[in-house]
């Protein structure tokens, strides 16, 4: 016979997996991203940079790792999970061999960029660089002709016009292997002397990455509590065939300043003769925490 207790412990037993069952609903998920977000960051909205319908993004950015969005950002979180459209990205182009020739060793290689050090005999080191690294370019076979990438040399400002800021106080310059010598392409005339035309969305995609320091994303995975997006649609990188050139979508995520960290969406138009045009950015989602990064 069931006693009392028992019985109770049952009741219980039904109303927790009845609960859990609603908590798996739409809604559900919701509410759990909430809790497990408050249990990250508190009071998420102490933490949200706040909504500014007229924002504009500061375009090409002062660094490639600072927000872009010093007035607030013009989207709100939204109160479901996105609909994902996925495109096939490219492999990254990164050869270790070639590094490896050149006198040069990886130092942190499961890092997202990892550091490159040269011997000083090492042909790249006559370039000087204040720092150099190398970070997986979805550039895959889309460069035409196809000099490989070898990695990317910071220099100061005063050193050359650079391709993009790296930092605040440095600017991005690209090593590339050509004809069996190293080329250090400081300017987006050296890339267009180097590549140009650009007639194809493969080639577009990668060039575009490497003059902007922006990436192309794939394969967005949710993280629970660990997100909150601000798009109701988010699709992967891309670029579009518009005739004249290519209208290429890529993706800047700030990684320094204090978060939560903004990832936004970014346009930009490469024409067939290699130039590069911003256009504008979309903000897509926030990594949710609350501490500060130099």
């Known amino acids: 016979m069931m006693t009392n207790a028992t019985s109770r412990s049952a009741i219980w037993l039904v109303v927790v997996v009845l609960v859990s069952l609603v908590m798996l609903t739409a809604g559900g998920l919701f509410a759990l991203r ?3 977000l408050w249990l990250i960051v508190g009071d998420a909205e102490e933490h949200i940079p706040p909504y500014n319908p007229d924002a504009k993004p500061s375009l090409p950015p002062h660094s490639r790792l600072y927000s872009i969005w010093p007035d607030g950002i013009p989207a709100m979180p939204i109160d479901a999970q ?3 459209i996925d495109h096939p990205g490219g492999q990254p182009e990164f050869d270790e061999a070639r590094l490896i020739e050149a006198g ?3 130092r942190f290689p499961g890092n997202e960029e990892p550091r490159v050090e040269c011997d000083a005999d090492s042909p790249l080191a006559w370039f ?6 190398t970070y997986q370019h979805d550039i895959g076979s889309g460069l035409d002709p196809a000099h490989p990438f070898i990695a990317t040399c910071d220099l100061s400002p005063g050193d050359g016009e650079g ?5 605040p106080v440095g600017s991005a310059h690209h090593v590339f292997q050509v004809d069996g010598s190293y080329v250090l392409a400081s300017s987006p ?3 267009q002397e180097l590549f140009a035309p650009i007639d194809s969305p493969e080639e577009a995609l990668a060039y575009a990455q490497l003059l902007t320091g922006l990436s192309a994303l794939y394969e967005f995975k949710p993280r629970l509590g660990r997100q909150l997006f601000l798009q109701e649609v988010i699709e992967d990188s891309r670029a579009t065939d518009l005739g004249h050139g290519y209208f290429v979508h890529l993706f800047h995520r700030q990684g320094v300043g204090c978060g939560p960290f903004v990832t936004s969406e970014v346009g930009v138009i490469v024409d067939r003769d290699g130039t590069v045009t911003w256009m504008d950015a979309t903000p897509v989602y926030l990594d949710l ?3 500060c990064i130099d």
């Open 34 to 36: 909430q809790l497990a």
């Open 82 to 84: 996105p609909h994902f």
């Open 104 to 106: 040069c060793t990886i």
């Open 128 to 133: 000087g660089c204040v720092s150099m690294r």
């Open 163 to 167: 391709l993009y800021r790296a930092s």
């Open 189 to 191: 005339a050296d890339m």
């Open 289 to 291: 925490h609350s501490w």
